[in-house]
């Protein structure tokens, strides 16, 4: 539970007693006393109550290939893995790649069953399944190969060897299933199987060891159901066993010696021998899961002793004064980030155990409740990078995903029938006075006071029958001046001045024919400047001033300043929206349609800044909602239609921040600035803020507990605290910056598809070489961060063929492409978590699209020695044949001139 939300429901619940204490001036604080200490149990309660997580399922209907998930784990990528009985699943955050045993495809998965999963060094992923085969998944190529080292097991059965009635989901499995997978810090893959025992798999000699029940070797093992194995970092390995007891396997020269730990009768040794699960925490202690739903930790020191010296340590899970776990197996344990155990029992549901505050938290079935736990038979967990804890359960709803209360602003709502909130649901406009009172005006609900001493409400709203009522019920802006007094901007009933004495509003508004009265009943902006004046921006009868004197004088009279055609330096909107004055005291006035106005007071000359077509350095629109200066003397402008800029007044340029700075919003209503420097702007697509040092944005939507995507021009305001209130159409929201605590996890981006013509290439690849008649083709993409996926943000491009980046929700992560001509390409996609952080590297896929045979080198260079070769025949040929004929000629002629010759002699 957030503790603000707390404290403020505290005290509205508790002010009456808090207030008799006070007003009855009892002689001793006793009572005072008493009602701290029930405030402060309180407040630990809350911190450690099980109200702050919700549990939500991901179930067959979500594509889950089935509904008990045995075992689970997060790669090196970021994907999240699941087996079920029917199916190994990967999970992106929003899709489910489904791996089953397909009978024609001898590099499938060997069967569907699966019960362990491990990550080797290299990235393979091994998986065991319920028919004992041993199964590598090559992710480069998406293929499998299967290993069948249990077949070659034989094993005998110890005599003392119990049957159990075991529960269903373990009932089913053979004695060569494949309970658990490790690989310890040689590269040697560790394999426990239900009923054959242990095997050391050499993976790249293809060479395995077995360890198992023996009867000639009565210091081996004494129990071939292996449940649980953990590496050690000396090399040595931990053996939980199912009737065996805990075994440490120390690799020798020549042997591997076998160390048992078993319950003797000492109440200081193990506790149970019929080991089911087996965890080590953060401080290298293991926990120790029993058949019998007991619990055993032995230290990281005691870890070190021999059998006969080292101390196990009780575990009781106390409720209500009794053992809860009398009859669960303890099936699965897990750490979270904060460092509370959380352990999964068949039979009892979830257990979560603060290590610190020796706190216990229970989480079981409710069919009463949908955001309860799914199923009270728990038998696999995991926190991943992103601090998400998963909670696989038998014949359940599927998957169980633990949030935790993501509420991270304040919200002030509507609230007639208690009249303990706001009474409408638009805000437009909000102060704060020195007397703990916000003034919060409505859109249909007139001015509304909220004591935040004591949590009452005030209304005040237009009564006819009352001339010192409040003129409209509708208010758009509130000002305080020098002297106390409140300044009233309404939408149609001109500007009122409350007197907080004596209750009474008097009202000041448009008086035809006079030019001192107000320039129009529409008042959209109120500012005090240094010299006390009063400005007053209205929405068609442009800039007012009330003048110091005329405040204290209690006599507004109204100076206008009106928009002229005829001159260049008057204002350039009569539709004033936003005043600020900056500190050198120049006063800036934001428009609606006539961009930004720089007025001088000594001169009342107007400079304005328009947006320039084709211009980027110009303001992006001419409708100016809100400013702000920050403390490097930078103006920041919130506009309708053109988002966010920075104006450099010294250069008179404009940097406009848009979706290529992840500023996911074209309007901007308010501005305001921590204590830190760092912006925060409420928008109609969430609340922003911009990080001073790194110049990143981060968005908050409803998820974070904002009273709507969509807030109001107008409604900000900063209190001298820090505490900031942005007002909108369901209410307002109200918080410390410094107390918003933002998802700082860089997720991994992936691409989770690769499509050509819609059909999927198999594998995760880098780089993909097509022909030219497959230029169509699509990637999908993933951010792996699965706090709230759906608010993470994504933005790709295809170097060679794009050219910007395309800004996407999680809505639209497929990225088409169709006729792209031949040649290299690269898809790039970056990617944020839920919170707006973001990874900047992403993810790339090289793409060679090759040109058809009558474009590539080798054919246009053959074309050319073959035209070329032709062409020198033909030319060859021609000469010679040229030859010829000149030789006929030449010899002709000399024929017919021998003939001619011998004819005249």
Avoid at 261 to 266: A, D, F, L, T
């Amino acid at each position: 539970m957030n503790l603000d939300i707390y404290l403020s429901k505290f005290f509205k619940a508790n002010f009456g007693i808090i207030n008799s204490i006070v007003h009855t001036k009892l002689q001793t604080y006793f009572s005072f006393i008493i009602l701290f200490l029930v405030f402060l149990a309180q407040v630990y309660a809350a911190a450690d109550s099980p109200g702050d997580i919700v549990f939500k399922q991901l179930r067959i209907e979500d594509g889950l290939s089935q509904s008990t998930v045995s075992c689970m784990l997060q790669d090196r990528e970021g994907y999240l893995w699941f087996g079920t009985a029917n199916g190994l699943n990967r999970y992106d955050g929003y899709n489910f790649l489904v791996f089953v045993n397909d009978p024609s495809d001898t590099t499938s998965i060997s069967g569907n069953g699966i019960l362990s999963m491990c990550e080797d060094k290299d990235g393979y992923i091994w998986i065991g399944t319920s028919d004992g085969i041993l199964n590598k998944y090559d992710r480069w190529n998406g293929t499998f190969t299967r290993y069948n080292i249990t077949e070659e097991m034989r094993t005998q059965v110890d005599p003392e060897e119990a049957f159990y009635d075991f529960p269903l989901p373990f009932s089913r499995s053979s004695d060569r299933s494949i309970t658990s997978i490790v690989q310890d810090k040689n590269g040697y893959l560790w394999v426990g199987t239900w009923g054959r025992g242990l095997v050391k798999f050499d993976v790249k000699n293809n060479k395995v060891e077995y360890f198992h029940y023996d009867l000639n070797k009565p210091n081996g093992f004494h129990s071939n159901r292996i449940r649980a194995i953990i590496p050690d970092d000396d090399g040595s390995v931990w053996v939980g066993t199912l009737g065996g007891g805990l075994y440490k396997l120390v690799p020798g020269v020549d042997r591997t010696v076998i160390i048992k730990y078993e319950h003797n009768g000492n109440p200081e040794s193990l506790i149970d021998d019929k080991i089911f699960s087996l965890f080590r925490d953060s401080n290298g202690d293991f926990w120790i899961g029993t058949y019998t739903g007991e619990i055993d930790r032995l230290t990281k020191k005691n870890q070190q002793l021999p059998p006969d010296k080292a101390r196990f340590e009780r575990f009781e899970i106390q409720k209500d004064g009794a053992n809860y776990l009398s009859e669960s197996l303890i099936t699965s344990f897990a750490q979270d980030r904060y460092g509370e155990l959380w352990i999964g029992t068949y039979y009892d549901g979830l257990i979560r155990y603060n290590l610190k505050k020796k706190i216990f938290s229970f989480y079981r079935n409710d069919p009463n409740q949908p955001n309860s736990l799914s199923k009270n038979d728990v038998l696999s967990i995991m926190e991943d990078r992103s601090g998400t804890i998963w909670i696989g359960t038998h014949l359940g709803n599927g998957l169980d995903k633990i949030e935790r209360s993501s509420v991270k602003f304040n919200q002030l709502n509507k609230d007639l029938k208690n009249r303990n909130g706001l009474d409408d649901d638009v805000v437009w406009a909000i102060h704060g006075d020195d007397n703990s009172n916000l003034w919060i005006g409505t859109f249909k609900g007139g001015l509304n006071r909220w004591d935040r001493q004591t949590g009452k409400f005030t209304y005040y709203r237009k009564n006819i029958f009352d001339q010192y009522s409040i003129s409209d019920n509708h208010i758009r802006t509130i000002i305080e001046d020098n002297s106390g007094g409140l300044w009233i901007g309404t939408y149609s009933g001109g500007l009122n001045r409350f007197n907080k004495t004596t209750g009474k509003f008097l009202h000041y508004g448009n008086i035809p024919g006079d030019s001192l009265s107000l320039g129009a009943d529409q008042v959209q902006a109120l500012m005090i400047d240094h010299a006390k004046n009063l400005w007053v921006g209205t929405f068609g009868g442009g800039l007012n001033k009330i003048s110091a004197e005329d405040i204290v004088a209690n006599h507004p009279r109204f100076k206008r300043y009106i928009h002229d055609s005829q001159n260049p330096f008057s204002i350039s909107d009569n539709r004033v929206y936003a005043l600020f004055e900056d500190k050198d005291s120049t006063i800036w006035i934001g428009t609606f349609g006539g961009g930004l106005d720089k007025f001088n007071p000594a001169t009342e000359q107007f400079i304005n800044y328009k947006n320039i077509p084709g211009d980027e350095s110009s303001i992006s629109d001419n409708r100016v909602m809100c400013i702000h200066e920050d403390d490097d003397g930078y103006l920041w402008v919130g506009t309708y239609g053109g988002g966010l800029q920075k104006f450099d007044k010294q250069k008179e340029k404009f940097i406009r921040f848009g979706k290529r700075n992840k500023m996911n919003s074209s309007v901007v209503y308010g501005i305001e600035a921590d204590n830190h420097k760092n912006l925060w702007m409420s928008t109609d697509n969430g609340l922003f803020k911009l990080n001073a040092r790194t110049g990143t944005f981060t968005q908050y939507d409803l998820h974070d507990g904002l009273q709507s995507l969509e807030f109001s021009g107008g409604a900000y305001f900063k209190s001298k605290s820090g505490e900031m209130f942005f007002g909108g159409i369901n209410g307002l929201n109200y918080f410390y910056p410094d107390s918003v605590k933002d998802n700082m996890v860089i997720p991994s981006i992936v691409v989770s598809s690769i499509r050509v013509f819609n059909e999927p290439i198999k594998g995760e690849r880098n780089r993909i070489e097509l022909s030219y008649l497959q230029n169509f083709f699509s990637f999908e993409f993933s951010a792996l961060d699965y706090t709230n996926p759906q608010d993470n943000q994504y933005a790709y491009i295809l170097e060679g063929f794009d050219k910007d980046w395309h800004y996407v929700d999680s809505r639209r992560r497929i990225a088409n492409y169709i006729n792209l001509s031949p040649g290299e390409y690269v898809f790039c996609v970056i990617g944020s978590n839920n919170d707006g952080i973001w990874n900047n590297d992403g993810a790339r896929i090289h793409i060679i699209i090759l040109p058809p045979f009558w474009e590539r080198w080798w054919f246009i260079a053959g074309a050319a020695l073959l035209i070329t070769f032709i062409i020198f025949y033909v030319s060859t040929v021609g000469y010679r044949n040229l030859l010829a004929i000149e030789k006929i000629k030449s010899k002709l002629a000399a024929d017919l001139h021998d003939n001619v010759g011998s004819g005249l002699t």
